[in-house]
């Protein structure tokens, strides 16, 4: 499966903003969410089955943060409320390897070249 990540940008803290990731099939289990500052390890944000299950997210960034997937356009979007400049960063959606997700980048392949956001204070 390809992943293609994109709906990052510039803007101000505050601000809303919803990425998408569009799959090229949906061979894969589902998509994940992570994303990594300059300087910082990878981090999961969120994954999601293709049925709707599998559904999880890190515990600190449920207020904020919302996946959703389209299954007939073969997209998942993760939509990021209120940003922060502490969320600017590459935001990858790489595919699920099992069916029920996680949050070790080992659980997943696909990574992709991701999104980049940048929140300005």
């Known amino acids: 499966v390809q992943l293609q990540a994109s709906g990052g940008g510039l803007v101000q803290a505050g601000a809303s903003l919803r990425l998408s990731c569009a799959a090229s099939d949906r061979t894969s289990f589902g998509i994940g969410w992570f994303r990594q500052a300059p300087g910082k390890e990878r981090e999961f944000i969120s994954c999601i089955g293709w049925s709707g299950g599998s559904l999880h997210y890190r515990s600190s960034m449920k207020d904020r943060f919302t996946i959703s997937r389209d299954y007939a356009k073969r997209t998942v979007y993760l939509q990021i409320n209120n940003l922060k400049p502490e969320d600017t960063a590459i935001y990858y959606c790489?595919?699920?390897?099992?069916?029920?997700?996680?949050?070790?980048?080992?659980?997943?392949?696909?990574w992709g070249q991701g999104t980049l956001v940048t929140v300005s204070s």
């Open positions: 790489p595919a699920m390897t099992t069916v029920a997700g996680g949050d070790r980048p080992g659980q997943y392949d696909n």
